[in-house]
């Protein structure tokens, strides 16, 4: 089991800003495709966005396409997700998780390692 912390969430207005982080320690990110998930209350976890461990591919959910930006920082063994526009659809626990290989899907089975997420509130 691969440990992973989020953090960076909080409340933002409709329209604003937040960066997550995934960080990790005792491995190495770059080795593994890091994925951002998000749940809902009352709703399934559903996928946001991945970077592949090679060339660092992205891939990224429809309803976030264009607002929201994951990259890696390798020197600070972090992956970020930027979410700009957001949305009152956007609220949840967003939690980053790890798995080897890549694909551009976003299946939670794929994933063995999880954080314990962090909120995100969109309210005016």
């Known amino acids: 089991q691969l440990h992973l912390v989020e953090s960076g969430g909080g409340l933002v207005q409709p329209g604003g800003s937040l960066r997550l982080s995934c960080a990790a320690s005792g491995f190495t990110l770059d080795y593994y495709t890091i994925g951002w998930f998000r749940q809902a209350p009352g709703k399934e976890r559903e996928g946001v966005s991945c970077?592949?461990?090679?060339?660092?591919?992205?891939h990224y959910a429809d309803s976030v396409k264009g607002r929201f930006t994951i990259s890696r920082d390798s020197a600070k063994n972090t992956v970020y997700l930027q979410m700009n526009s957001l949305k009152p659809e956007d609220p949840a626990i967003y939690y980053c998780a790890a798995r080897s290989g890549f694909r551009p899907v976003l299946l939670a089975a794929d994933f063995g390692s999880w954080g314990q997420g962090t909120q995100v509130t969109v309210s005016s």
């Open positions: 970077i592949s461990n090679i060339r660092s591919n992205t």
